[in-house]
T-cell receptor, first 111, second 110 residues
Framework: QQQVKQSPQSLIVQKGGISIINCAYE??????FPWYQQFPGKGPALLIAIRPDVSEKKEGRFTISFNKSAKQFSLHIMDSQPGDSATYFCAAIQGAQKLVFGQGTRLTINP | SQTIHQWPATLVQPVGSPLSLECTVE??????LYWYRQAAGRGLQLLFY??????ISSEVPQNLSASRPQDRQFILSSKKLLLSDSGFYLCAWRRLIEQFFGPGTRLTVL
């Protein structure tokens, strides 16, 4: 019940396209859902996050869509660029508990 | 602003040698601190976390140990490294619900 399942494991998108990464969870007590971006050889960086009381959050080209009833949330990258090529992790947390991470998605944007 | 440091950045050690990785956080007090390991091309495995000086919780029984001798210092250690200890070690700190990662240490055990 503490798992967060992320898909796909890897994704290739053409430059200018939309990248979509999906996550699903079981624990309805989760109350914060961040996404992290990790470039090779670097630590993950907090990209964008959402709380379950909103259905969508947008920051620049990055949007989180949240479906509370389906217990799913997704990251959309609009107008994907080669510089967006990285590994993306979704995560979930309940209050002061530990973050639960998805397995990661390796995104490649072809020029 | 808060900053998290890890050193060394890279390390190559022989099997059976000891290990000490250090993590320090600046600009905050009494942070929750975490050690993660990431195998090549894999996800993040939580190893240890600490909510205060001398308070360590272990997530996975293994060849490693952690200590927190000071409020903003977190150390990952091993007495004898195994080949399977190779990986990318990440320290993280947490402010309220947001968690921030350090730059990582690449450990190769030969």
């Amino acid at each position: 019940q503490q798992q967060v399942k992320q898909s796909p494991q890897s994704l290739i998108v053409q430059k200018g396209g939309i990248s979509i990464i999906n996550c699903a969870y079981e624990n309805t007590a989760f109350d914060y859902f961040p996404w992290y971006q990790q470039f090779p050889g670097k630590g993950p960086a907090l990209l964008i996050a959402i709380r379950p009381d909103v259905s969508e959050k947008k920051e620049g080209r990055f949007t989180i869509s949240f479906n509370k009833s389906a217990k799913q949330f997704s990251l959309h990258i609009m107008d994907s660029q080669p510089g967006d090529s990285a590994t993306y992790f979704c995560a979930a947390i309940q209050g002061a508990q530990k973050l639960v991470f998805g397995q990661g998605t390796r995104l490649t944007i072809n020029p | 602003s808060q900053t998290i440091h890890q050193w060394p950045a890279t390390l190559v050690q022989p099997v059976g040698s000891p290990l000490s990785l250090e993590c320090t956080v600046e600009g905050t007090s009494n942070p929750n601190l975490y050690w993660y390991r990431q195998a090549a091309g894999r996800g993040l495995q939580l190893l240890f976390y600490s909510v205060g000086i001398g308070q360590i919780s272990s997530e996975v029984p293994q060849n490693l140990s952690a200590s927190r001798p000071q409020d903003r210092q977190f150390i990952l250690s091993s007495k004898k490294l195994l080949l399977s200890d190779s990986g990318f070690y990440l320290c993280a700190w947490r402010r309220l619900i947001e968690q921030f990662f350090g730059p990582g240490t690449r450990l190769t055990v030969l």
